[in-house]
């Protein structure tokens, strides 16, 4: 038997079963994102800070 896993968005915290979510590998973790916070991600990763490991250190993408 099989336990459902809560996978939620590490910024906003909402579900799967609410909103689409990315998963992705991060300094040997799993973490999901969902596709409304994913410019977060890539634009102002330090806002992330608490919720990723080293978000503080994560550089934005560049806007070119």
Do not use: W
């Not at 579900?15 to 689409?20: G, I, K, T, W």
């Not at 998963?23 to 806002?47: A, K, M, S, W």
């Amino acid at each position: 038997m099989t336990g459902i896993q809560n996978h939620t968005c590490i910024h906003c915290g909402k579900a799967d079963s609410q909103v689409p979510l990315i998963v992705f590998n991060y300094q040997g973790g799993e973490f999901r994102i969902c596709t409304e916070h994913l410019p977060v991600l890539i634009h102002n990763p330090g806002d992330l800070t608490g919720k990723l490991p080293d978000a503080e250190n994560l550089a934005p993408a560049d806007s070119d």
